[in-house]
C-alpha cells in the first residue's frame, strides 16, 4: 500500500526521535498549527529558504547530510541576528516516495533539530520535484537583534571560522581541476563534507555579540557580496580587506593555489560563517565574547570611506576584486 502524506509524517517526522521538549513550544505537530509561547519583552524573528535539487545541491547527495545541512542554512539567519531557535516548520516535496531515502532524510534532520535547539513544530509534504523549504522562528530580547544597517566608517570587520571550504568541497565534488585531489585523506574528505553539509552552529556568537556588534550577517553568498549588503544598508561606501588577513584552513593550503584561496574566501559562498562589524571601541570586548566561546574569530580588515570595497596584498597594492558571489550549480559538461 502507497503511504499517504499522513503516513509519511507519522512514520518519518512524528518519531520519537523528534519529540520536542523545548519550553517556549506549548503544541508542535499534529494539530492544525504549532502553538509557541513567547515572554513579553522579547520580540519574533522568521525566516525562510528554499533548496532545490539540482540548484542549491547535487542530486545524489547523501540524504541525512542534505538534510542537515537544509536546517544549518536556516539557523544561521538567527545567529546572525543574535537570535535563540524556537523550532522549525518543513515543506518537502518528493518526486516518489522512498523509504530509504525518507528513513535517512529524517534521521539527519532529527539529529540536527537535537544538535541545534531547535524543534521541528509542523510542515507538509506534497508530490513534485525534490524541493526543501525550511522555515525557522526565533526569538531575540526586544530591540537588540543584530541588523545589516547599523555600520559605520572606522568599524572593523571580523569572521568566524574559516571560508571557502563550502566551495572548494564543491570543486572536489565536482571533479574541478582547481582543486588538487590527488592524494586527499579521509580526514581531508571529511572536513569538506562537514564544511558543505555541516556548517559551524554560530548562535552562541550571535548572542554574545547582542550590543556590541554594529551589523552582521551570515556568509551565504561570499564574502565579497554579502558584506556589500551590509555597506548598502548602513550606508558606508567602501571597505578594505586585508588579503594576508582572511583565514583559510589547512585544506585549502594544500589543496588549491593562493589566489583560488582568495577566491574562495572572498566569493566561494556557502560558508554559513557570521560576518560582523564592531566599532572600534568595542573591539577588546567584543573578542574577550568570542573567545570565551573558543571560536576563532578573525580581524580581516575595516569599513571606510573609499568609494567601493577593496581587497589589499600583503605588499599594500589593492587587488582586482571579481564580481564574485554564490551561483547556483552550473552544468559543467563539454
Request: glycine letters at 12%; aromatic letters at 2%.
Given at each position: 500500500m502507497a503511504l499517504t502524506e499522513f503516513d509519511i509524517i507519522r512514520q518519518f517526522f512524528m518519531s520519537e526521535s523528534f519529540a520536542a521538549d523545548h519550553p517556549h513550544?506549548?503544541?508542535?505537530?499534529?494539530?492544525?498549527?504549532?502553538?509557541?509561547?513567547?515572554?513579553d519583552d522579547h520580540d519574533l524573528l522568521v525566516s525562510v529558504d528554499t533548496l532545490n535539487e539540482s540548484v542549491h545541491f547535487l542530486p545524489d547527495a547523501e540524504p541525512s547530510l542534505?538534510?542537515?545541512?537544509?536546517?544549518?542554512?536556516?539557523v544561521s539567519d538567527l545567529a546572525a541576528m543574535g537570535a535563540s531557535p524556537l523550532g522549525f516548520t518543513l515543506a518537502l516535496s518528493l518526486p516518489q516516495v522512498s523509504l530509504?531515502?525518507?528513513?535517512?532524510f529524517s534521521e539527519g534532520l532529527a539529529k540536527?533539530?537535537?544538535d541545534a535547539d531547535c524543534p521541528l513544530?509542523?510542515?507538509?509534504?506534497?508530490?513534485?520535484?525534490l524541493s526543501i523549504t525550511i522555515q525557522v522562528h526565533g526569538m531575540v530580547p526586544r530591540g537588540q537583534a543584530l541588523l545589516r544597517s547599523g555600520a559605520s566608517a572606522g568599524d572593523a570587520v571580523y569572521v568566524t571560522g574559516t571560508l571557502g571550504d563550502a566551495a572548494a568541497a564543491l570543486w572536489w565534488m565536482q571533479g574541478d581541476s582547481r582543486f588538487s585531489?590527488?592524494?586527499?585523506?579521509s580526514t581531508e574528505e571529511q572536513h569538506l563534507l562537514e564544511a558543505f553539509y555541516q556548517p559551524a552552529n554560530r548562535i552562541a556568537v550571535g548572542k554574545a555579540l547582542r550590543g556590541i556588534a554594529s551589523a552582521a550577517l551570515d556568509l551565504?553568498?561570499?564574502?565579497?557580496?554579502?558584506?556589500?549588503?551590509i555597506l548598502k544598508a548602513s550606508s558606508v561606501s567602501g571597505a578594505r580587506i586585508e588579503a594576508g588577513q582572511l583565514p583559510v584552513s589547512e585544506v585549502l593550503k594544500q589543496r588549491v593555489s593562493r589566489s583560488d584561496q582568495i577566491e574562495l574566501a572572498m566569493g566561494g559562498g556557502d560558508d554559513y560563517e557570521l560576518c560582523v562589524c564592531i566599532p572600534p571601541a568595542r573591539i577588546r570586548e567584543a573578542e574577550a565574547a568570542v573567545a570565551a566561546l573558543q571560536v576563532p574569530f578573525t580581524r580581516i580588515g575595516q569599513l571606510s570611506n573609499d568609494p567601493e570595497m577593496m581587497v589589499i596584498a600583503s605588499d599594500g597594492?589593492?587587488?582586482?576584486l571579481k564580481a564574485t558571489g554564490y551561483h547556483h550549480f552550473q552544468s559543467h559538461s563539454s
Open positions: 513550544l506549548v503544541k508542535g505537530p499534529g494539530d492544525d498549527a504549532a502553538i509557541l509561547s513567547l515572554p542534505l538534510a542537515a545541512r537544509c536546517l544549518a542554512v536556516n530509504s531515502w525518507l528513513q535517512a540536527a533539530a537535537l513544530i509542523g510542515g507538509d509534504t506534497t508530490r513534485g520535484p585531489a590527488k592524494g586527499l585523506s551565504s553568498d561570499g564574502l565579497a557580496s554579502d558584506l556589500r549588503h597594492s589593492t587587488m582586482d
